[in-house]
C-alpha cells in the first residue's frame, strides 16, 4: 500500500520557525493535508494543498509541496507554545474512495 | 463550519458489555463517515467507511460482527464495540466529509477502557 513517512520529533524554541517535513509514495495523491492532534483530543485540519499547487499560506502556516519528490513541508512562523502537539501529514487519492493514509506523526515541541 | 461531535468522549465498562460510540456532523450533511482506532503514540488506522443508507466497509483484518457501524442519516453514525474485552481499550475517532470535497472532518475521540 501507500506509503507516508514524517520524523517522530521536532524540537524549537518559542518565536522560532518549525518546519515539518514528510514524504509520500502515491504519485496520484489529489490532496495533501496537515492536521494538528493535542493530547486526548480529535484532529483539527489545519490546512490542505492540491496536488497541481507548489505552494500555500495560510497566516502563519506554509505548506510547500515538492511532487517531483514526493516531499511535503509545513512551516510555522513565530512558533508558539500552544503549537505543541502533535502533526499528522496525510495525502488522499480521489480514486481510493477518499480514504486518507496517514503518516506516522511529528510530536512538536516549543520550548521557552 | 464543518464540525463533528463525539459522544460519549469517555467510557469504562466491564468486559463482555457492548459499547455504542455516536458520530454526528452538526453543520453539514456528511454522505461519507470513517471510523478509526489510534493506539497510544501511534498514527490513525482506519477500521471502516460507511455511506449513508448502506453497510459498511471494513478494511482488512478488522471484524465486521466485532465493530458494528451503522449510518442511518446524513447527519449520525454509530459504532458499536459487542462484547469488548480490555484489548479493545483505545482511542476511537470518527471523521466525516461531504459528497463534493475529499476532506475528512474530526471529532474529538472516544477514549474506551475495558476492565
Known amino acids: 500500500g501507500e506509503d507516508v513517512e514524517q520524523s517522530l520529533f521536532l524540537s524549537v524554541r518559542e518565536g522560532d520557525s518549525s518546519v515539518i517535513n514528510c514524504t509520500y509514495t502515491?504519485?496520484?495523491?489529489?490532496?495533501l493535508y496537515w492536521y494538528k492532534q493535542e493530547p486526548g483530543a480529535g484532529l483539527q485540519l489545519l490546512t490542505y494543498i492540491f496536488s497541481n499547487m507548489d505552494m500555500k499560506q495560510d497566516q502563519r502556516l506554509t505548506v510547500l509541496l515538492n511532487k517531483k519528490d514526493k516531499h511535503l513541508s509545513l512551516r510555522i512562523a513565530d512558533t508558539q507554545t500552544g503549537d505543541s502537539a502533535i502533526y499528522f501529514c496525510a495525502e488522499v487519492n480521489t480514486g481510493t474512495a477518499s480514504k486518507l493514509t496517514f503518516g506516522t506523526g511529528t510530536r512538536l515541541q516549543v520550548t521557552l | 463550519g464543518a464540525v463533528v461531535s463525539q459522544h460519549p468522549s469517555r467510557v469504562i465498562c466491564k468486559s463482555g458489555t457492548s459499547v455504542k460510540i455516536e458520530c454526528r456532523s452538526l453543520?453539514?450533511?456528511?454522505?461519507?463517515m470513517f471510523w478509526y482506532r489510534q493506539f497510544p503514540k501511534q498514527s490513525l488506522m482506519l477500521m471502516a467507511t460507511s455511506n449513508e443508507g448502506s453497510k459498511a466497509t471494513y478494511e482488512q483484518g478488522v471484524e465486521k460482527d466485532k465493530f458494528l457501524i451503522n449510518h442511518a442519516s446524513l447527519t449520525l453514525s454509530t459504532l458499536t464495540v459487542t462484547s469488548a474485552h480490555p484489548e479493545d481499550s483505545s482511542f476511537y475517532i470518527c471523521?466525516?466529509?461531504?459528497?463534493?470535497?475529499?476532506?475528512?472532518?474530526f471529532g474529538p475521540g472516544t477514549r474506551l477502557t475495558v476492565l
Open positions: 471523521s466525516a466529509r461531504t459528497g463534493n470535497t475529499d476532506t475528512q472532518y
Open positions: 453543520d453539514f450533511q456528511a454522505t461519507t
Open positions: 502515491d504519485s496520484s495523491s489529489t490532496y
